[in-house]
């Protein structure tokens, strides 16, 4: 699964080979000033909007790579997984939709600066 780490001045993406194969994606660095807004999505799959360009999606069970709609995301999610979203501005992506394993909530907190 697709990982969201965070250091002083960046949101780093890391995706896992296989996600980089059937997403067609790559890793990416965001500067933490990008940061609009972050949140939890209790189903990932519910935070994903328009459609695939390109990436792989089964439906009802996982999405992972870019999807167009209003903007541009990036997304990793799995069915019935939690989910941060990340609002970015001035970057080539609109948003970040990535499944946690862990705290969700700490992570998206820590993303906002409310941590």
Known sequence: MARLTLSDDSVQLRFTTT???LGLVKDQDFPRS????ARVEQDGLHATQGVRAP???VPGYRKVGTWRG???SLVSVRRHEPAV????????VDRLVVGVDGDA???AAALSGTA
């Open 19 to 21: 996600e980089k194969i």
């Open 34 to 37: 990008a940061v609009q807004s």
């Open 55 to 57: 990436g792989l999606g």
């Open 70 to 72: 209003k903007g541009r």
């Open 85 to 92: 979203v990340v609002e970015l501005s001035g970057q080539r």
């Open 105 to 107: 909530s700490a992570l």
